[in-house]
């Protein structure tokens, strides 16, 4: 496939995700703190969105398999096992994520409407994850 | 709780998610994983830049496009500073750490039954329910 074709699915893909994420409320930290959050008035709204995406994504799977093998074979992580690496990443995610209320696709995606605090989390959140990768390069 | 339109708005928006991983998968052979789409800007390959720029461009564009009509879905969380910088440290580095966030483990991985993705899943909800409650019982709720 041509660059400029793969680059416009790249472009309608990234539209869909944060459309999806913005009409679901998920750009919206309170929504996902009141979700996380067992002791102040609950909110499932993430749980519904969680399971609109992963269950329209598991159905349209088979398809998928059959039409594009070359290409969901190639996108999906090869590693299957279960390591420290995992289990403490997922950890320390969660920590951050239970205590800003975003985590990366809504928090980009709100960055130039909402500024502010959602700013300096996505700034920080680049520090990090360049942070690792830098660690990462220094111990190969 | 919220009411069952809300519900069903939230498995629309919920569906649309869905599809976007499914249309990048299919045709571009990659997963929608928003931590590693943007966590592979860094020290990136030759040629594998554009596409991730273009995905986050797509996404602000949505954003930006819907920030008039749906301004509440804006909203910033009220509290200090410090938690606001600490939360972005740690979702950075735990995403690249656990290879995944939300979406690449939530969406993408549990849709294919991946057994990594589904301990990261309930290992970052699980941490992720125990700061958020604990917290909130320090600074008080945000809904």
């Given at each position: 496939m041509s660059e400029s074709k793969t680059l416009g699915v790249s472009l309608i893909s990234g539209i869909l995700f944060g459309t999806g994420l913005v009409i679901s409320g998920m750009t919206d930290p309170t929504k996902v703190i009141g979700f996380l959050d067992?002791?102040?008035?609950?909110?499932?709204?993430l749980a519904f969105v969680l399971a609109g995406a992963t269950g329209s994504h598991m159905l349209a799977r088979p398809l998928l398999v059959k039409k594009f093998p070359e290409n969901v074979a190639s996108g999906v992580e090869k590693k299957v096992e279960v390591d420290r690496q995992l289990m403490m990443g997922a950890a320390i995610f969660g920590i951050g994520w239970g205590l800003g209320?975003?985590?990366?696709g809504p928090a980009v995606t709100a960055t130039i409407p909402a500024l502010g605090s959602t700013l300096i989390f996505v700034i920080a959140m680049l520090a990090g994850m360049f942070a690792f990768k830098w660690n990462q390069n220094r111990m190969e | 709780m919220i009411t069952l339109d809300e519900a069903l708005i939230a498995l629309g928006g919920g569906v649309l998610i869905g599809t976007s991983a499914s249309v990048l998968l299919a045709?571009?052979?990659?997963?929608?994983?928003i931590s590693g789409i943007i966590g592979g800007l860094f020290y990136a390959k030759e040629g594998d830049v554009r596409w991730r720029l273009i995905f986050v461009a797509g996404m602000i564009a949505a954003g930006l496009a819907l920030a008039s009509s749906?301004?509440?879905?804006?909203t910033t969380l009220d509290r200090p500073t410090w938690t606001i910088i600490l939360s972005g440290l740690l979702v950075g580095i735990g995403t690249r750490m656990g290879n995944g966030c939300t979406s690449g483990h939530g969406v993408c991985g549990l849709a294919r039954f991946s057994k990594r993705s589904f301990y990261a899943v309930c290992t970052f909800l699980g941490t992720g329910i125990l700061t958020a409650t604990i917290v909130g019982q320090i600074l008080g709720g945000v809904a």
């Amino acid at each position: 496939m041509s660059e400029s074709k793969t680059l416009g699915v790249s472009l309608i893909s990234g539209i869909l995700f944060g459309t999806g994420l913005v009409i679901s409320g998920m750009t919206d930290p309170t929504k996902v703190i009141g979700f996380l959050d067992l002791l102040n008035g609950w909110d499932p709204t993430l749980a519904f969105v969680l399971a609109g995406a992963t269950g329209s994504h598991m159905l349209a799977r088979p398809l998928l398999v059959k039409k594009f093998p070359e290409n969901v074979a190639s996108g999906v992580e090869k590693k299957v096992e279960v390591d420290r690496q995992l289990m403490m990443g997922a950890a320390i995610f969660g920590i951050g994520w239970g205590l800003g209320g975003y985590c990366p696709g809504p928090a980009v995606t709100a960055t130039i409407p909402a500024l502010g605090s959602t700013l300096i989390f996505v700034i920080a959140m680049l520090a990090g994850m360049f942070a690792f990768k830098w660690n990462q390069n220094r111990m190969e | 709780m919220i009411t069952l339109d809300e519900a069903l708005i939230a498995l629309g928006g919920g569906v649309l998610i869905g599809t976007s991983a499914s249309v990048l998968l299919a045709f571009n052979g990659r997963v929608a994983g928003i931590s590693g789409i943007i966590g592979g800007l860094f020290y990136a390959k030759e040629g594998d830049v554009r596409w991730r720029l273009i995905f986050v461009a797509g996404m602000i564009a949505a954003g930006l496009a819907l920030a008039s009509s749906m301004p509440e879905a804006f909203t910033t969380l009220d509290r200090p500073t410090w938690t606001i910088i600490l939360s972005g440290l740690l979702v950075g580095i735990g995403t690249r750490m656990g290879n995944g966030c939300t979406s690449g483990h939530g969406v993408c991985g549990l849709a294919r039954f991946s057994k990594r993705s589904f301990y990261a899943v309930c290992t970052f909800l699980g941490t992720g329910i125990l700061t958020a409650t604990i917290v909130g019982q320090i600074l008080g709720g945000v809904a």
